[in-house]
């Protein structure tokens, strides 16, 4: 798959998943996520859906399996964190945002953890 197709395939799921059609966007997701498993923009729309479909192991897979580019840290972050509270992994989903929190990426948003 080439950059113009992987553009279209995930302009095309995008458009799906805001259109309230997420299995369509997803089949897409999954054929990216297929060729380019470390894709983060990729990873981080699939993860969505995911966690929408109340799937957030799948979810926490999906985007620990990915290399995020640094514009996508803070959606790391918080997907990761919310698959983790939503499995009831509580003191994990906490340490996994003050660890985001903690870094450069994070660091102006330090008013979110309290002290």
């Not at 089949?27 to 929408?52: F, H, N, T, Y």
């Not at 918080?78 to 992994?89: I, S």
């Not at 003191?91 to 002290?115: I, L, M």
Request: proline residues 3%; hydrophobic residues 50%; glycine residues 4%.
């Amino acid at each position: 798959m080439d950059a113009e197709q992987k553009h279209l395939m995930l302009t095309a799921a995008w458009l799906f998943a805001r259109h309230g059609q997420g299995s369509r966007a997803r089949v897409l997701l999954e054929a990216v996520a297929d060729e380019e498993p470390r894709d983060g923009v990729a990873a981080a729309m699939l993860a969505e859906l995911l966690l929408a479909e109340r799937q957030p192991a799948a979810a926490i897979e999906v985007v620990r399996a990915a290399e995020f580019p640094s514009s996508l840290r803070r959606a790391e972050a918080l997907l990761e964190t919310r698959a983790l509270r939503m499995l009831g992994r509580v003191p994990e989903a906490d340490a996994r945002w003050s660890r985001f929190v903690k870094s450069s990426a994070g660091a102006s948003r330090q008013w979110v953890v309290e002290s």
